[in-house]
């Protein structure tokens, strides 16, 4: 469901590129990542996640399913990260981060599939498993607002167990930790033979990957254990995007803002 229907004004009539996204959130590297990358001019709406700044029913207005991020680009609304930066990157040509050969966008779309797979399962659980105790979950208010307005089960049902008082088990971070593992070794292995993961240009691949591979760092998972993925992971921190998409807004909006993001 790429694209959706929205009732705000605000939103209808909005003109340009805009952005409802969190700093920390990885889905919201990928599209800031792309708009960088595109050298776009975008206006930034950042929500705390953490302290639920999302879950409200106007936002659930943009965005069904109360996520980040959001697109709008001159009044139509864009969801899921995966179709944004493929939306962007079809609208805004230059440069093309979608490979041109058969054989590459096969490999984008088995990237671009596993992400998915594994993104509750694993990444989803191997980060929030990570969090703080006092950082554990939504409050009871903010959890019976979530799941009045969430209609993903899978998603109320992940954050009811996560908000619990026993939280994620241990279990539940080493099937997390499993996953995570077959999957860079996947990683690993094609990085052996190309440059980047879809073959020997960046693409929409590394989009997709590089903002997993650096919040579950920063969760301490470790991600550098494989030669190759280490070495891939030292190119696309080069590049000037990683820097403003997503090192610059982990943490929150930064403090003087972003020549493209105002």
């Not at 990928?30 to 050298?39: D, F, G, P, Q, Y």
């Not at 593992?181 to 993961?197: M, N």
């Not at 990957?209 to 969760?219: E, F, G, I, N, S």
Request: aromatic content about 10%; charged content about 25%; overall charge neutral.
């Amino acid at each position: 469901m790429p694209k959706v229907e929205t009732a705000s004004s605000d939103i209808r009539y909005a003109t340009g590129l805009h952005l409802f996204h969190a700093g920390w959130s990885n889905c919201s590297m990928r599209v800031r990542m792309t708009l960088e990358e595109k050298a776009c001019q975008w206006t930034s709406h950042h929500l705390n996640t953490r302290i639920g700044e999302h879950i409200t029913p106007e936002y659930f207005g943009i965005h069904p399913n109360g996520l980040v991020p959001a697109l709008i680009h001159d009044g139509d609304v864009w969801i899921e990260s995966h179709d944004i930066i493929r939306y962007l990157d079809s609208v805004f040509p230059d440069p093309r981060l979608t490979p041109a050969d058969a054989a590459g966008r096969a490999m984008l779309a088995k990237w671009r599939k596993l992400a998915s797979d594994i993104h509750v399962s694993a990444i989803k659980t191997y980060i929030y498993s990570s969090r703080p105790k006092d950082r554990r979950g939504k409050s009871a208010e903010d959890l019976e607002c979530y799941r009045r307005l969430q209609p993903d089960a899978q998603l109320r049902e992940f954050h009811a167990r996560h908000s619990s008082d026993t939280g994620l088990t241990g279990q539940d971070r080493e099937n997390a930790e499993q996953l995570l593992h077959a999957a860079f070794a996947q990683l690993d292995a094609c990085l052996g033979e190309h440059r980047w993961l879809a073959g020997e240009q960046f693409s929409l691949a590394e989009i997709t990957w590089v903002p997993l591979h650096y919040t579950l760092k920063r969760a301490g998972y470790p991600v550098d254990a494989h030669a190759n993925v280490k070495a891939w992971s030292r190119a696309a921190a080069a590049r000037p995007s990683f820097q403003k998409a997503i090192v610059d807004w982990f943490d929150g909006p930064p403090d003087a803002g972003s020549p493209s993001a105002t």
